[in-house]
């Protein structure tokens, strides 16, 4: 699950959802079986709302569920206390892109050096040492107080309160040993052909109704559901037209 990028002037948010089920397969990526996307533009809470209705058909409770997501706090809340069931895992791409931005508050930006930095502590993420990489930044912030600007120690600092308020959604190593996804791919690309594309075209200015009605269609189109859609309201446009019991039902 993730937020769309919010454009400059006044535009609204959208969340994105992409659920699916996978088999998985130890020290593989998974391959997402059954997808289905959704964009809402609104509370959060009313996205969650359709999220935890298509989890439950799919067996949330019974079976192990994954709810991956960005470091958005109100996402992380949400999950927490409408679907408890899951086991939240924090995006890795989302995750690394903090580590290079401590990264440079130590070594030149482009370096080797930064790369080696970074690579290192991939490397502790993914044998289960969240909480061990969190103090050796803090360390490393102590000790290079007084040589450090106070913009960049208070940016550092940022760094380390994102990744400590989300060391406990970095279960990698359990995730990747078993076989599930640590990242958020699938709706990370969903962002912007489910939305961008369509809703943020050069020229193209939106109310909110109009632009939800145009995501809602995208869904159905993009979760192969056309059909069953157009079936549905031309049932219920002769139910409009004829009644719901009229012989006209039955003509096509």
């Given at each position: 699950m993730k937020k769309a990028p919010r454009r400059t002037g006044g535009k609204e948010m959208a969340v994105v959802i992409s659920l699916y089920t996978f088999d998985p397969e130890p020290g593989c990526p998974p391959v997402p079986l059954n997808r289905r996307v959704y964009a809402f533009i609104g509370p959060k809470k009313d996205a969650f709302g359709?999220?935890?209705?298509?989890?439950?058909?799919?067996?949330?409770?019974?079976?192990?569920?994954?709810?991956?997501?960005?470091?958005?706090?109100?996402?992380?809340?949400?999950?927490?206390?409408?679907?408890p069931e899951a086991t939240p895992c924090l995006d890795w791409i989302h995750c690394v892109e903090y580590l290079w931005d401590a990264a440079y508050h130590f070594h030149p930006e482009g370096?080797?050096?930064?790369?080696?930095?970074?690579?290192a502590r991939e490397t502790m993420l993914l044998a289960g040492k969240a909480g061990e990489l969190v103090r050796g930044l803090k360390q490393s912030l102590t000790k290079r107080k007084r040589q450090m600007k106070?913009?960049?120690?208070?940016?550092?600092?940022?760094?380390i309160g994102y990744?400590?308020?989300?060391?406990?959604?970095?279960?990698y190593k359990d995730f990747f040993e078993a076989g599930y996804p640590i990242a958020t791919g699938s709706v990370e690309g969903a962002c912007r052909h489910h939305v961008a594309d369509r809703t943020e075209g050069t020229g193209m200015h939106w109310k909110t109704p109009g632009a939800q009605a145009v995501l809602h269609l995208r869904s159905v189109h993009l979760n192969g559901a056309w059909k069953q859609f157009t079936d549905y309201r031309i049932k219920l446009e002769k139910?409009?037209?004829?009644?719901?019991n009229s012989r006209f039902q039955d003509v096509v």
């Open positions: 359709w999220l935890v209705a298509e989890a439950k058909k799919r067996g949330c409770g019974t079976k192990p569920t994954l709810f991956l997501s960005d470091g958005d706090p109100d996402l992380a809340t949400l999950q927490t206390a409408k679907l370096s080797q050096a930064a790369r080696d930095w970074v690579s106070k913009a960049k120690r208070e940016a550092l600092a940022a760094v990744l400590e308020r989300n060391k406990k959604r970095m279960p139910e409009r037209l004829y009644g719901a």
